[in-house]
């Protein structure tokens, strides 16, 4: 069965495709030309940045959902505004597990950050993080986007304080440094010592496969989408691999991507999907 990603993945290959590569990675580079990094680069100015509105989130969220989801929604948000301090936390935790239900990430993620600041230990502001992350990834509202690779950073920073120096929060930096900051080698760096201590690390893996497609390097990018297949494959790592591949041309070795990424995903869109490209590629 799939999950709720892979769901995602395969039910829209070129908005996924779009969103992945369409973040504005500012002078990005080979790995290697850049200065190092630690975890504690600055984040972007909250200046240049859009502020994040729950109540227009949670609006413009609704807007998708079944009328049942928003009443149950709805509900729970107006306890929130008559909650005493200390009811407010489980309000909190049954606002962000409501939106995860239905795989909205940036309403989840603001949830995710109130948790954190009232339950401020190492697992809140990484689970925080992780979810900005997921926001920022999904959201195809540019001008949102800066401010959840903010809030990103910040709460991984947070994170940072508590417990120094962790592979969860140098990934996850290493993602929002290269998405959304000026200098995007303090993120590679980041990320290229988390593979040094970690070579199975497949998220950090498969962002740098991501980045390297980002910058045009596609031969570097397939190693990472193949190490990532080794540990876990996936429809998702076989579609990148394919389409690195495919900017290769090397269309022989994208075609046979393509096809375990329609065999693992079984969905009617991805293999339509899939079709169209092996007639492309074939001719």
């Known amino acids: 069965m799939l999950n709720r990603k892979q769901i995602i993945v395969v039910g829209s290959v070129a908005v996924l495709m779009g969103l992945m590569l369409s973040l504005d990675i500012q002078g990005l580079v080979k790995p290697g030309e850049g200065e190092g990094a630690t975890a504690k680069a ?9 502020a994040i509105s729950l109540d227009e989130v949670s609006l413009t969220a609704k ?6 989801l928003k009443s149950q929604i709805s509900d729970l948000e ?13 309000l909190y935790k049954k606002l962000a597990q ?3 239900d239905v795989n909205l990430s940036t309403p989840s993620s603001l949830y995710y950050e109130m948790i954190a600041e009232k339950t401020p230990d190492f697992n809140s502001w990484l689970k925080a993080g992780d979810k900005f992350t997921d926001a920022y990834q999904q959201s195809m509202d540019t001008l949102i986007q800066p401010a959840l690779v903010q809030k990103a950073i910040s ?8 417990k120094p120096n962790t592979l969860e929060v140098k990934t996850g930096l ?7 900051t000026p200098n995007p080698m303090q993120g590679i760096t980041l990320l290229l010592d988390v593979v040094k201590q970690d070579p199975k690390n497949l998220k950090a893996n498969l962002n740098l496969g991501l980045f390297s497609m980002k910058s045009g390097q596609f031969d570097k990018a397939v190693e990472r989408f193949k190490t990532v297949i080794a540990i876990a494959p996936s429809a998702e790592a076989w579609f990148y691999l394919a389409s690195s591949y495919e ?8 075609i046979a ?3 375990k990424t329609k065999e693992i995903a079984a969905d009617p869109n991805m293999s339509q999907f899939v079709d169209r490209k092996i007639n492309e590629l074939s001719n």
């Open 78 to 90: 107006a306890q929130l505004k008559s909650a005493s301090e200390g009811d407010k936390l489980d």
């Open 247 to 254: 900017s290769m041309d090397k269309n022989a070795d994208a």
């Open 174 to 180: 290493g993602i929002a440094y290269v998405t959304g």
């Open 63 to 68: 807007e998708g959902l079944t009328a049942s």
């Open 155 to 162: 709460s991984y920073q947070k994170a940072d304080k508590i």
């Open 42 to 50: 600055a984040a972007p100015a909250a200046s240049t940045v859009k």
């Open 98 to 100: 409501q939106w995860d």
């Open 257 to 259: 991507a393509y096809l």
